[in-house]
């Protein structure tokens, strides 16, 4: 495609209910990554996938967390039982390879936990 | 572990007037430095980047210098104009996995007054 896609733009969910979260990389790219975005604040690195296996997921948050990629292509962030800290912008991007570290990111899902 | 440093968190200018935002990074094998522009409700674009076996880089009106020995690099910004007002990240990428991984600072919010 012409640029990383994610959906949904905006998700809305209550409290303990699980979400999935999508990304599609730009087509070819091997490398893909999800950051998370509070409000007011930087990108905090979740996962990284290289191709479908992720040899980085230090930065997920906790056993809620999940992703996985299928394909070498789109990949899917899950969230169990969501809290209202979860509440935040997540971004995925993706890279050529993993030796270019230049990264294109998507607009984001837009997570609210009430 | 590895940190990335920006400042200031906010910055507001007068059109016409120039800006600056700077960063400090810790791992001295880093060598790919980006510089992305987040527009409100929009994803991080990437407006110019630098590898460490340059100092500086110009694209129009910004541009961005590093210094290896001091571990910091900065953005400039020229001429400001009402449409640079965005929240802008640096990066530093490290080794990590085998992987190259970026670590962003916290942003710095610019705001362009007419």
């Known amino acids: 495609g012409a640029g990383v896609s994610q959906s949904p733009s905006n998700k809305v969910t209550e409290k303990g209910k699980d979400v999935e979260l999508r990304c599609d990389p730009i087509?070819?790219?091997?490398?893909l990554y999800w950051y998370r975005q509070s409000l007011g604040q930087g990108l905090e690195f979740l996962i990284y996938?290289?191709?479908?296996?992720?040899?980085?997921k230090s930065g997920l948050p906790s056993d809620r967390f999940s992703a996985e990629r299928t394909g070498g292509s789109v990949s899917t962030l899950t969230i169990q039982r969501t809290q209202q800290e979860d509440s935040a912008v997540y971004l995925c991007a993706s890279s050529p390879r993993t030796t270019e570290v230049i990264q294109y990111f998507g607009a984001g899902t837009r997570l609210s936990v009430l | 572990g590895e940190n990335v440093e920006q400042h200031p968190s906010t910055l507001s200018v007068q059109e016409g007037d120039s800006a600056v935002i700077k960063c400090t990074y810790s791992?001295?094998?880093?060598?790919?430095f980006p510089w992305y522009k987040q527009e409100l409700g929009k994803r991080p674009q990437l407006i110019i980047d630098?590898?460490?076996?340059?100092g500086e880089k110009k694209d129009q009106r910004i541009a961005v210098t590093l210094n290896k020995t001091a571990k910091h690099f900065s953005l400039h910004i020229t001429e400001t104009q009402p449409e640079d007002s965005a929240v802008y990240f640096c990066?530093?990428?490290?080794?990590?996995?085998?992987?190259?991984?970026?670590?962003f600072g916290a942003g710095t919010r610019l705001a362009v007054h007419p």
């Open positions: 996938f290289q191709g479908n296996s992720a040899p980085d």
């Open positions: 630098i590898r460490s076996n340059v």
């Open positions: 087509s070819g790219h091997t490398a």
């Open positions: 791992d001295s094998a880093s060598n790919y």
């Open positions: 990066a530093a990428s490290i080794l990590s996995g085998g992987y190259n991984k970026l670590i």
